[in-house]
């Protein structure tokens, strides 16, 4: 014989049920930031953290913040290798792009 379920004291929205899930299962772009944050020096090595932090995940793109417009010219030319070597240390590509652009670190 089945067990009865216990009745629910109101019913719950379909739209907090679905937020919650994705909430739980899918990572905000806060959540990914700060991973990439702590793989960056790791990913890049220390004269470009120094000089480069993340700043933002629009989507999958990384907006990096830099300190001058050299480093910005000079990143743009390692973007390619710089993207393999972010993905590699996250394991899967979430970044698809780097957009450099000079800022606070």
Same mark, same amino acid.
């Given at each position: ?20 899930? $994705? *909430?739980?299962? @899918?990572?905000?772009?806060? &959540?990914? /930031? ?8 790791? !990913? ?27 480093? $910005? *010219?000079?990143? @743009?030319?390692?973007?390619? &290798?710089? /993207? ?8 899967? !590509? ?12």
């Amino acid at each position: 014989m089945p067990t009865k379920r216990t009745p629910m004291k109101r019913p719950i929205p379909l739209g907090d049920v679905i937020h919650e899930l $994705l *909430h739980r299962h @899918r990572p905000t772009s806060a &959540d990914r /930031l700060a991973r990439v944050c702590d793989i960056w020096p790791l !990913a890049v090595g220390d004269s470009i953290a120094r000089n480069a932090k993340p700043g933002a995940i629009q989507g999958k793109v990384l907006v990096v913040h830099v300190t001058n417009s050299t480093w $910005l *010219h000079q990143l @743009r030319f390692m973007k390619t &290798d710089m /993207l393999v070597k972010l993905n590699q240390h996250l394991g899967t !590509a979430h970044i698809s792009d780097l957009r450099f652009k000079i800022g606070a670190l």
